[in-house]
């Protein structure tokens, strides 16, 4: 699901780059040749995001019994790069735009991206609601970079309305406009970034998960109460370090079939987890 996902981004994104470079070329219009930039950056990283999907995707195995889930987390921080990438040129040149005199843009122009915005808000929120399906980082990140790009044609639209209704000596306004969106995109890369970078640090942020995994595992028999429980994500996966207190008068073997009782259920109970590590300890109120 989530790789189809992206395959629709990029041909989408592809298409919209091209009509807008051709409209922003023929309608001397650089926030629109900016935005196209941004489409195709778009591109770039969906095709990488899709990459990196087919082989974060794929199950554990000998050599990586974790999964390969962590690849997600690097594909996010190479879709952040292309962003930033993409922003410092917008600026350079939109720079160099300001400081060299140059048409008004065409009227056109606003049709295309009014379009444009409708198209990619869509896109945004069907990539969205595709990323909280399968709780995938990097299609959670390509769709902040639909939503960076309707934003940047929503600045390009407002931009080329000023300089189209204010008239000569402003055409600067489709260049500052840019600017602006630029701006915005190194904004979305650093809300993409941070989630990305929690991952790869196993940052402590499921409480959620944490106490559905604590109710699933307190419904195994033997088990008298949870005491730690620490969860890394890997992919649209999780990895869980949990431990079980059970009555000190059992034996080692009973103690050893429990948790495998638990690591059973907790593989199976729809959560997404694939690795749980378990230590058993007499429970405190059984020893006291």
């Known amino acids: 699901m989530g790789i189809s996902t992206v395959k629709n981004s990029i041909l989408v994104s592809f298409l919209l780059a091209i009509v807008k470079g051709v409209a922003g070329i023929l309608g001397n219009s650089y926030a629109l040749v900016a935005d196209a930039l941004e489409s195709m ?21 000998q050599g990586h019994p974790y999964g390969h889930g962590r690849a997600e987390a690097l594909v996010t921080f190479a879709v952040v790069g292309v962003l930033l990438v993409t922003a410092a040129f917008i600026i350079y040149q939109s720079v160099i735009n300001i400081l060299t005199p140059h048409k008004l843009p065409a009227d056109f122009t606003l049709i295309v991206l009014g379009i444009v915005i409708l198209v990619k808000e869509a896109m945004y929120r069907h990539v969205l609601l595709k990323s909280k399906k399968t709780n995938s980082t990097s299609l959670r990140a390509d769709a902040q970079h639909h939503r960076s790009d309707a934003i940047t044609s929503v600045s390009a639209f407002i931009g080329i309305s000023l300089a189209i209704f204010l008239g000569p000596g402003y055409e600067a306004a489709d260049d500052w406009s840019a600017i602006i969106a630029a701006f915005v995109i190194i904004y979305n890369s650093y809300r993409i970034f941070k989630p990305a970078w929690g991952e790869i640090m196993d940052e402590q942020n499921h409480p959620e998960l944490i106490g559905k ?4 595992a307190r419904e195994i028999p033997g088990v008298i109460d949870t005491e730690k429980c620490y969860v890394r ?27 495998h ?13 694939i690795y749980v590590s378990m230590h058993v300890e007499p429970s405190r ?3 006291l």
């Open 41 to 61: 950056s778009d591109v770039v990283s969906s095709i990488v995001v899709w990459l990196g999907l087919k082989y974060a995707s794929k199950p554990p195995d």
């Open 213 to 216: 995994i604590n109710d699933c």
């Open 233 to 259: 994500k890997s992919g649209v996966n999780y990895l869980v370090d949990l431990h079980l207190e059970v009555d000190g008068a059992i034996t080692v073997f009973d103690g050893h079939e429990i948790a």
């Open 261 to 273: 009782m638990v690591e059973d259920k907790l593989k199976s109970c729809g959560l997404g987890i």
């Open 285 to 287: 109120l059984k020893t």
